[in-house]
């Protein structure tokens, strides 16, 4: 079922991804950051030295930090669009 958010917004049914072989639900259309922050995901990877929690940051492809494991592939997660069945996996080593 569709979800229509004022005159200009006409979100479609959910879809489920896997986050580490946990299920959760996007929308088709959205980022995989933006399914991840929805399901309140927000550490994606620790930095290489400090073992610091890393996650979303510029939302725009820039910094990286969003870094995840999509069909195999290091993909930012604020670039990559959801899909059914999208396999995601967290913790990727910079
Ligand atoms: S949040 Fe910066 S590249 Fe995704």
Do not use: K, N, Y
């Not at 399914?35 to 492809?61: D, I, K, Q, T």
């Not at 494991?69 to 967290?90: K, M, N």
């Amino acid at each position: 079922m569709s979800l229509r958010i004022g005159h200009t917004v006409d979100r479609p049914g959910a879809v489920t991804i896997t986050v580490d072989g946990t299920p959760v639900s996007a929308h088709p259309g959205e980022s995989v950051a933006a399914a991840l922050f929805a399901a309140g995901r927000r550490r994606l990877r620790e930095s290489p030295r400090a073992g610091a929690p890393r996650g979303m940051f510029c939302l725009m492809g820039a910094c990286q930090e969003c870094v995840v494991i999509v069909g195999g592939r290091r993909v930012p997660a604020c670039q990559t669009p959801v899909s059914e069945g999208l396999a995601v996996t967290t913790g990727v080593p910079w």
